[in-house]
């Protein structure tokens, strides 16, 4: 496997008044091609600011962060946008749905700023929520569908444009463990069939389990790690 993200001696620090925390301070981290990763730690520990650097939502002081061995570091806004749109898949706790479209519509929306024909986006939207068991409910609207199916229909938005990797933060923290197994079976087949890259933050061991390897995060360093 080769890297496919790589942070060097990455630092970021937050103002709060006139205080400055540091959440960062010379952080490495190296992140192979179809890996699967699990990130825990306590409230604090810079989790959610590492999802942010790895999703180009956020920016860092210093260091570099590679992806794919290009440098995303020093990219402008658009630059960071236009990169997001075809290589980040986000899911998160909550869904984030629209509530006003169906499933089709909502897992349609990240190609709508793509130049995809409409036969071509509705190609895609058929085969991302087929992967997720969900195409007989493609009419269905969010207030229709149960939590893990909601989940589901994010799942399928995220891989919809067939990014390199995914994001996900706390993606079962919101669902019963039944709901919540059946959802981390989905990420795994993601991994281990479709070669997906994950990186998921959670607070659940039970989560973690499924990933191929842990990173413990304790006050903005890697204090443990377990495979």
């Known amino acids: 496997m080769s890297a496919l993200i790589q942070l060097k001696n990455v630092k970021k620090t937050y103002k709060r008044g006139k205080e400055s925390i540091t959440i960062f301070d010379g952080l490495n981290l190296t992140i192979e091609q179809g890996d699967f990763v699990a990130i825990m730690g306590p409230?604090?520990?810079?989790?959610?600011?590492?999802?942010?650097?790895l999703g180009g939502t956020d920016r860092s002081d210093s260091g570099e962060i590679n992806f794919d061995g290009e440098r995303i570091d020093g990219y402008n806004e658009g630059q960071l946008a236009a990169w997001r749109a075809r290589s980040v898949g986000f899911i998160f706790q909550f869904y984030n749905?629209?509530?006003?479209?169906?499933?089709?519509?909502?897992?349609?929306?990240?190609?709508?700023?793509?130049?995809?024909?409409?036969?071509?986006?509705?190609?895609?939207?058929?085969?991302a929520l087929?992967?997720?068991?969900?195409?007989?409910?493609?009419?269905?609207?969010?207030?229709?569908?149960?939590g893990g199916q909601q989940q589901r229909v994010a799942i399928a938005r995220a891989i919809v444009s067939d990014p390199k990797f995914l994001l996900c933060d706390e993606p079962t923290g919101d669902l019963d463990r039944t709901t919540a197994n059946d959802i981390l079976g989905t990420l795994q087949q993601l991994n281990q069939e479709l070669g997906k890259t994950i990186v998921m933050v959670t607070h659940d061991p039970e989560a973690a389990r499924f990933a191929k390897r842990t990173l413990h995060l304790d006050k903005g360093v890697f204090a443990e790690v377990t495979a």
């Not at 409230?43 to 650097?53: A, M, W, Y």
């Not at 349609?108 to 130049?115: D, H, R, Y």
């Not at 087929?130 to 149960?146: C, F, M, Q, T």
């Open 130 to 146: 087929k992967i997720v068991g969900l195409w007989d409910r493609a009419k269905h609207k969010p207030k229709e569908l149960s």
């Open 97 to 127: 749905l629209m509530p006003v479209l169906n499933a089709a519509q909502n897992v349609e929306l990240p190609l709508m700023l793509t130049k995809l024909p409409a036969s071509k986006r509705r190609a895609n939207v058929e085969t």
């Open 43 to 53: 409230s604090g520990s810079g989790k959610t600011t590492l999802l942010n650097l």
